[in-house]
């Protein structure tokens, strides 16, 4: 109902209730045409004089009936109309379908260009760094890091040079990152750096690729060095991790050196200062109590020191059992010099029960099979039942090499020049030359070799031997031409060693090696 001014009180009440019965449609609102309202002022003026006032209310009532018919058919159609257009929406929203996904193959990426992008920023990376490498930086502290990392690989690799740059290196960038001599961090830097001096002359070799003390006794200056410095920061009588770390590299160098009694005085007194610090059953403590165990090994084999090293090996052993438990793999290594030491006793079935728990120790719950400490005990047993020399003991020999070659070279991934098979290759070898395969022998030596050269690169001073035994073994088997090459080139390398080496006088032993291996080329 359309509300008017002369009837505005129906009109509301008439309203309110088509509003309650048109719930369930739309609503719609309708304005009021406006020419309608002036054609009937209009007319009120023209019938004014004529029309009475019960005329003039006819008159509006059918002109009121006339607009309400004609907006009520307009609300219908309206009405109408709006159900039609909803009904359509919703036909069209069922008739329409998901959109499909286009998918688009990702072309592979070029392999040359990807590998040009990584080389422009690893370029870019490396210029960037070389401008905040700068004195008291980080970023600096981190470089010296790097390198002294990169020394310990040539120093493992016996290449002397780049150890000495590398470790030059660092000697000149400390006082760069420290800033102050003789603080803290000066302080503990240079003495880990001349710790690291001492270790690299400690691998130095003689001419027959065999470990030799430095001439010039640098393992020992540079320990000495680098206690020295320590102590001008910590007090000697103070028990320090890194004054201990210190007494022991003066002990390692005592003890390649030869010295013996002095390597054990700075061994005890760094075993001691660890032991007040961290207690004595600590696993620090077993790395110090090793020490001890290698000096003790080079004094006179008695009852008294194999009764001392297996009370050293055992204490070990049962202070990572309690730290780690029973049959844990962090025991390997103290059970593995704990076999060692027994290995003295007349009995030989202890030292068996030690391997047998050696091949039972498990790690997350699976057994381990496949560990160096393993595999060395067994070359060792192996390298026993070599001495008995009986034709059931050779069978289990090359039973036993076969296994842990195998086993290993699982270990390695298949890679036959590792440098892990090393030990039980050369105890391969010699196992054939005992038992006169010459053959197998030299192929075995020519395993070594290969090995050797996978391990520095190219020929150094460690082939020598190798080469004259395969020189001796080319000889056996009837190919002395082939053995002359080989001994040739063990004298090349010998001759080149000597050129960056001062000459060392030979023993009567290594005379005698010598004038044997050249007789053997030609007799």
Same mark, same amino acid.
């Given at each position: 109902?359309?509300?008017?001014?002369? @009837?505005?009180? #129906?009109?509301?009440?008439?309203?309110?209730?088509?509003?309650?019965?048109?719930?369930?449609?739309?609503?719609?609102?309708?304005?009021?045409?406006?020419?309608?309202?002036?054609?009937?002022?209009?007319?009120?003026?023209?019938?004014?004089?004529?029309?009475?006032?019960?005329?003039?209310?006819?008159?509006?009532?059918?002109?009121?009936?006339?607009?309400?018919?004609?907006?009520?058919?307009?609300?219908?159609?309206?009405?109408?109309?709006?159900?039609?257009?909803?009904?359509?929406?919703?036909?069209?929203?069922?008739?329409?379908?998901?959109? &499909?996904?286009?998918?688009?193959?990702?072309?592979? #990426?070029?392999?040359?260009?990807?590998?040009?992008?990584?080389?422009?920023?690893?370029?870019?990376?490396?210029?960037?760094?070389?401008?905040?490498?700068?004195?008291?930086?980080?970023?600096?502290?981190?470089?010296?890091?790097?390198?002294?990392?990169?020394?310990?690989?040539?120093?493992?690799?016996?290449?002397?040079?780049?150890?000495?740059?590398?470790?030059?290196?660092?000697?000149?960038?400390?006082?760069?990152?420290?800033?102050?001599?003789?603080?803290?961090?000066?302080?503990?830097?240079?003495?880990?750096?001349?710790?690291?001096?001492?270790?690299?002359?400690?691998?130095?070799?003689?001419?027959?690729?065999?470990?030799?003390? @430095?001439?010039?006794?640098?393992?020992?200056?540079?320990?000495?060095?680098?206690?020295?410095?320590?102590?001008?920061?910590?007090?000697?009588?103070?028990?320090?991790?890194?004054?201990?770390?210190?007494?022991?590299?003066?002990?390692?160098?005592?003890?390649?050196?030869?010295?013996? &009694?002095?390597?054990?005085?700075?061994?005890?007194?760094?075993?001691?200062?660890?032991?007040?610090?961290?207690?004595?059953?600590?696993?620090?403590?077993?790395?110090?109590?090793?020490?001890?165990?290698?000096?003790?090994?080079?004094?006179?084999?008695?009852?008294?020191?194999?009764?001392?090293?297996?009370?050293?090996?055992?204490?070990?052993?049962?202070?990572?059992?309690?730290?780690?438990?029973?049959?844990?793999?962090?025991?390997?290594?103290?059970?593995?010099?704990?076999?060692?030491?027994?290995?003295?006793?007349?009995?030989?079935?202890?030292?068996?029960?030690?391997?047998?728990?050696?091949?039972?120790?498990?790690?997350?719950?699976?057994?381990?099979?496949?560990?160096?400490?393993?595999?060395?005990?067994?070359?060792?047993?192996?390298?026993?039942?070599?001495?008995?020399?009986?034709?059931?003991?050779?069978?289990?020999?090359?039973?036993?090499?076969?296994?842990?070659?195998?086993?290993?070279?699982?270990?390695?991934?298949?890679?036959?020049?590792?440098?892990?098979?090393?030990?039980?290759?050369?105890?391969?070898?010699?196992?054939?030359?005992?038992?006169? %395969?010459?053959?197998?022998?030299?192929?075995?030596?020519?395993?070594?070799?290969?090995?050797?050269?996978?391990?520095?690169?190219?020929?150094?001073?460690?082939?020598?031997?190798?080469?004259?035994?395969?020189?001796?073994?080319?000889?056996?088997?009837?190919?002395?031409?082939?053995?002359?090459?080989?001994?040739?080139?063990?004298?090349?390398?010998?001759?080149?060693?000597?050129?960056?080496?001062?000459?060392? #006088?030979?023993?009567?032993?290594?005379?005698?090696?010598?004038?044997?291996?050249? %007789?053997?080329?030609?007799?």
């Amino acid at each position: 109902m359309i509300k008017t001014e002369e @009837d505005e009180a #129906p009109a509301a009440a008439s309203a309110q209730q088509d509003d309650e019965n048109a719930s369930d449609e739309p609503k719609i609102e309708v304005k009021q045409p406006e020419e309608p309202a002036k054609a009937n002022e209009e007319k009120k003026e023209v019938t004014k004089d004529v029309k009475t006032e019960d005329v003039k209310k006819e008159d509006v009532k059918k002109e009121e009936v006339k607009k309400e018919e004609a907006v009520e058919v307009k609300t219908e159609d309206a009405v109408e109309g709006a159900k039609e257009e909803k009904k359509e929406t919703v036909e069209e929203k069922k008739e329409e379908k998901p959109a &499909e996904v286009e998918v688009v193959e990702k072309e592979a #990426p070029d392999a040359e260009k990807l590998k040009e992008e990584i080389k422009e920023k690893v370029e870019k990376f490396e210029v960037d760094y070389s401008k905040i490498a700068l004195t008291n930086s980080l970023a600096l502290h981190s470089i010296v890091k790097t390198v002294s990392a990169l020394a310990k690989i040539y120093i493992v690799r016996h290449e002397i040079e780049k150890s000495q740059a590398a470790l030059g290196f660092i000697e000149k960038a400390i006082p760069a990152i420290t800033g102050v001599e003789g603080n803290e961090a000066n302080t503990f830097l240079l003495a880990k750096l001349y710790q690291q001096y001492s270790h690299l002359y400690l691998t130095l070799t003689n001419q027959h690729g065999a470990e030799k003390y @430095d001439l010039e006794d640098r393992p020992l200056k540079f320990g000495e060095k680098s206690l020295d410095v320590t102590k001008a920061l910590i007090p000697e009588k103070e028990s320090n991790y890194v004054l201990a770390k210190a007494l022991a590299c003066v002990g390692k160098a005592y003890l390649v050196k030869g010295e013996r &009694e002095k390597a054990e005085e700075f061994f005890l007194q760094a075993q001691t200062k660890i032991q007040v610090a961290f207690g004595a059953e600590t696993p620090i403590a077993v790395k110090y109590n090793q020490n001890l165990v290698e000096a003790y090994n080079l004094r006179e084999e008695t009852e008294e020191r194999a009764k001392l090293l297996i009370d050293i090996t055992q204490s070990n052993l049962d202070i990572c059992e309690k730290i780690f438990g029973k049959g844990s793999i962090y025991n390997i290594r103290p059970m593995y010099t704990l076999y060692t030491a027994k290995l003295h006793e007349r009995d030989s079935s202890a030292s068996q029960k030690v391997l047998k728990d050696l091949a039972s120790l498990e790690h997350d719950g699976e057994p381990v099979r496949q560990n160096q400490f393993q595999y060395k005990a067994i070359l060792i047993d192996t390298m026993i039942l070599m001495r008995q020399a009986t034709q059931q003991s050779v069978m289990r020999v090359e039973l036993q090499l076969s296994s842990v070659f195998e086993r290993q070279l699982e270990y390695c991934e298949s890679n036959k020049n590792h440098p892990f098979l090393e030990e039980v290759v050369s105890i391969f070898a010699s196992y054939f030359e005992s038992a006169g %395969s010459y053959q197998n022998a030299f192929l075995m030596w020519s395993k070594f070799l290969r090995i050797q050269q996978n391990l520095f690169g190219k020929d150094r001073e460690q082939m020598i031997s190798t080469y004259k035994k395969m020189a001796t073994l080319s000889t056996a088997i009837g190919e002395p031409t082939t053995g002359a090459k080989y001994f040739q080139k063990a004298a090349e390398i010998l001759d080149e060693f000597k050129k960056t080496h001062k000459d060392e #006088p030979k023993t009567k032993e290594e005379e005698q090696e010598d004038l044997e291996e050249q %007789s053997a080329l030609y007799f």
